[in-house]
């Protein structure tokens, strides 16, 4: 069961994610999918000559965008804001200052963001899938159901641990937006491409395992990044980051100060 | 009980508060300091927010700092101006309820009690990003109170107030040491703690400088003994005057024979007596100075 | 009793030339970043890839003669305005220029306004427009130091090791086409930066507007480029407008293999990205004496 001042927080942290300029600007970047995808029907019913099927399409915008590019980028917007925003808008205290361990705060605002933001996604997802797929015909969304269920599950894994990743950067580091963005952008991108064990150390290579799409042209992408680990490999690579991350953003919170104080103050 | 026993904190190489002792009672204990006097590091100290540097803060035998048991029986008002903005006084107030481990229903139910408790009355259905700094000062205090704590620790709880309200929370706060809380109320305004509890604790450079009721505590730093520097064209005539008075303690000369300090232990003894003699002779006064600039801005506060 | 008007007039101040009043401003700007090391590493990093082209001119100046060398050597690119455009807009320079951009843009003024630091600025007699001058040079010396610096530096190797003051008269466009690249690019830059700045009271948040923005705005271009195929839909992709501005500047040829930027297209985005980062400043400066 879980505590009312937990349920209180997450309740409260989803609501400031969705209720928001913030919130507005993800509910912008999910719906581009579909307008890619619409923008294909279009393109097709008018008749014009197009490099690609709706199955190509979906797989792309899976692979390049929601994991490659949305996932990052909301991640670090929310995730290193989690805590970063109760210190920069001095109501840090008001939380610390309740009778609940500072962890559940932690986790509680953790799990909010991953649900809203898996949730979003899903949506994105959903929505492509059902706009890029349905081109190919009935059928076709029927055979890419297991497809879409891979999706799914990979995408809210990706969430959660790129969430905690950024989570915990917001609290360990003065500038998390630079580290976030010299990891999230630098590290992961640069390094899940490079040959040997250190691409291991990255959560895209994890991820582009557990993905199901395999088909052309991201196959090429698929294999030289997949080849080398098994799915069970690649699943507790990512649960441990996330479980590492969480519990050192805990060790954190738990040691953190929160001074009320101005500097005029007192 | 909270009880702060030899607590020092330092920021890098800023002493905040340095080693202070004090318990704070059933009823209204007022934590008076000018300016960077430390009450702020000394309040956020018992409230579990800082970890000192060295020492223990507790409450009942339970260590304060993050530590959920301790937090309980504790209600903080902080003194800077912060807050979630896009939610009402009362969602606020019943936000914080909440976490406190009140239930939805007990938390809104709590949360018009505080407010209006504090005296906000229907303007905590507004939004806080809406609210005047005195009414927000308000949604600040009914937080504090909205899990109905023994312990209230209040920052400097008035600023920002206008008369009126100014008197509301007054009295509300009287009323809450009435009804047998301990409440430690901070500011650096003599007047407007005394109007509130005639208990004080008095901070000055991070130290804890004087403890008890107003009329002890003016009466104690009145009557510790004082440096006055004091240079005139006569000074072994001035000494030889000086040493007579009961008020003066010892006198001690300069190397150059011009200039004496002397132990002053009644201020307002010496200066009456030091006017009447150089009325009475030509001893060439030229400066006159109170060397403990500490202490007499203290006493300034006290008898401001 | 009387009752007097109680309208407010708006403060209409005699524009002064921009005088020498933005100076200790802009020194408060840039000298803090010089004391950390981890900027100073950033800078560093951004020098690597040119210590490629330092490397080239060395080989092609001190083995090209060398006969166990010479194959090797002509089979290396030379020192030219193509290897500068490359090394301008590559994209480990660009995302460095990128993260400098917001570390340093990003709390131009949002850090002034969080700290409320604005109202103090601007009610002594520094004017807006010499507010955001000193602002606007800060992040433009930054700039300069990852794209002008690197080049001039390239170009004295050059000189110096073949001995030939003629190399530089040959290509002199390297550098007044740098110098036209980063006022035209990392200007609009500037701009855009001062804007988005000026949008937001925390650095952060200003920091993720321009990532999302940016990244979006090359993903987007990328997502619609594969359905379409159609090559102007770059046009809304700043690193690929950089990249493509940095070949017109240095006169070499286009290195994208399938989407071509036409010069109009260029010069009308960065033309655009200005104007609008301009009105947005105009709007959030002009109108009042102080923001809150």
């Not at chain 1, 992961?188 to 557990?210: C, I, Q, S």
């Not at chain 2, 000394?42 to 530590?67: H, I, Q, W």
């Not at chain 2, 048991?69 to 979630?84: Q, T």
Request: proline letters at 4%; charged letters at 15%; aromatic letters at 10%.
């Amino acid at each position: 069961m879980i505590e009312g001042p937990v349920r209180a927080i997450f309740g409260f942290t989803a609501r400031g994610m969705t209720c928001s300029v913030k919130g507005w600007l993800f509910g912008l970047l999910l719906v581009l999918p579909w307008a890619a995808a619409l923008l294909l029907r279009l393109l097709i019913w008018k008749g014009v000559q197009v490099p690609m099927g709706g199955v190509t399409l979906y797989g792309i915008l899976v692979l390049a965008y929601v994991t490659g590019f949305l996932v990052p980028i909301a991640t670090l917007f929310f995730g290193t804001s989690l805590v970063a925003d109760e210190v920069e808008g001095g109501t840090l205290p008001y939380l610390f200052g309740r009778p609940l361990r500072r962890e559940k705060i932690f986790l509680a605002k953790v799990a909010a963001m991953t649900v809203v933001l898996a949730a979003g996604c899903w949506l994105s997802i959903l929505g492509t899938y059902l706009l890029s797929l349905s081109l190919d015909g009935a059928g076709a969304l029927g055979r890419g159901a297991g497809t879409l269920l891979g999706d799914l599950a990979t995408t809210a894994l990706a969430v959660a641990a790129y969430g905690a990743l950024f989570a915990f950067l917001g609290l360990a580091m003065k500038k998390p937006l630079f580290w976030g963005l010299i990891i999230g952008f630098g590290w992961e991108n640069l390094v899940a491409w490079l040959p040997g064990f250190l691409k291991r150390l990255t959560l895209l290579f994890h991820l582009h395992t557990l993905l199901p799409h395999s088909a052309a042209p991201q196959g090429v992408v698929q294999q030289m990044l997949a080849s080398s680990e098994s799915r069970i490999t690649a699943l507790a690579f990512l649960l441990g980051y996330t479980a590492l991350f969480l519990g050192l953003g805990c060790v954190l919170i738990r040691r953190m100060e929160a001074s009320a104080a101005e500097r005029e103050g007192g | 009980m909270i009880r702060v026993q030899s607590v020092s904190k330092w920021y890098g190489l800023v002493v905040g508060v340095n080693r202070i002792s004090l318990s704070v009672e059933p009823g209204v204990t007022g934590l008076l300091g000018v300016n960077g006097a430390g009450k702020s590091t000394l309040l956020n100290l018992m409230a579990g927010l800082l970890r000192p540097s060295s020492g223990t803060v507790d409450l009942d035998g339970k260590p304060m700092f993050a530590n959920p048991e301790a937090l309980k029986s504790l209600g903080y008002c902080p003194s800077p101006d912060h807050f979630y903005e896009d939610v009402t006084g009362l969602e606020f107030v019943a936000y914080l309820g909440r976490l406190s481990g009140l239930s939805p229903a007990q938390a809104r139910e709590r949360a018009v009690e505080a407010c209006r408790e504090v005296a906000l009355g229907e303007e905590a259905g507004k939004k806080v990003r809406a609210m005047s700094k005195g009414m927000r000062q308000k949604v600040k205090m009914a937080q504090a109170l909205v899990h109905d704590p023994p312990v209230l620790l209040l920052d400097e709880p008035l600023n920002g107030m206008d008369p009126p309200s100014r008197a509301q929370a007054i009295e509300a706060i009287r009323r809450w040491g009435q009804q047998g809380k301990s409440v430690l109320v901070s500011s650096h305004m003599l007047h407007e703690v005394e109007a509130m509890t005639s208990r004080i604790l008095l901070l000055h450079h991070g130290k804890l400088l004087a403890s008890g009721e107003v009329p002890q505590v003016r009466q104690a730093i009145a009557s510790r003994p004082m440096n006055v520097f004091v240079r005139c064209a006569d000074a072994r005539n001035l000494a030889a005057a000086l040493i007579t008075w009961p008020c003066v303690q010892s006198v001690s000369f300069g190397t150059e024979g011009k200039a004496l300090t002397t132990e002053v232990t009644d201020m307002g003894d010496f200066r009456v007596r030091l006017g009447d003699l150089m009325a009475d002779r030509e001893l060439g006064l030229e400066i006159l100075n109170p060397l403990d600039d500490n202490l007499s801005a203290v006493f300034s506060y006290l008898v401001a | 009793m009387p009752v007097y008007e109680q309208g407010y007039e708006a403060y209409e101040g005699r524009r002064n030339s921009l005088g020498s009043r933005w100076k200790p401003l802009f020194r408060e700007e840039i000298l803090p970043y010089f004391n950390k090391r981890r900027f100073v590493f950033l800078l560093v990093l951004a020098l690597l890839p040119w210590l490629y082209g330092v490397a080239l001119t060395f080989l092609h100046t001190q083995l090209g003669d060398a006969d166990w060398a010479k194959d090797l050597v002509t089979k290396l690119p030379v020192v030219d305005e193509t290897l500068v455009a490359k090394l301008l807009t590559n994209g480990y320079d660009l995302f460095l220029l990128f993260i400098v951009a917001i570390w340093v843009g990003s709390g131009l003024v949002a850090r002034d306004r969080k700290d409320m630091t604005l109202d103090v600025f601007l009610g002594r007699a520094v004017t807006s427009v010499q507010y955001l001058w000193a602002k606007g040079a800060a992040l433009g010396v930054f700039l300069l130091l990852f794209s002008f610096l690197p080049t001039l530096i390239l170009v004295i190797f050059q000189v110096g090791l073949t001995g030939q003051a003629g190399w530089l008269l040959d290509h002199v466009r390297v550098l007044w086409g740098t110098l036209l690249y980063t006022a035209i690019g990392p200007g609009a830059l500037v701009l855009f930066m001062l804007a988005l700045s000026s949008m937001a009271r925390s650095p952060r948040v200003v920091g993720l507007a321009f990532i999302a923005l940016v990244f979006f705005g090359d993903m987007a271009c990328g997502v619609v480029y594969a359905i379409t195929k159609v090559s102007a839909v770059w046009f809304f992709s700043l690193s690929r407008e950089l990249t493509a501005l940095a070949s017109l500047c240095l006169g070499a040829p286009p290195p994208f293999a399938s989407a071509d930027l036409h010069p109009a297209l260029v010069a009308l985005f960065f033309a655009g990205l200005a104007t609008a980062s301009l009105a947005v400043l105009w709007a959030r400066f002009s109108r009042r004496g102080v923001l809150r």
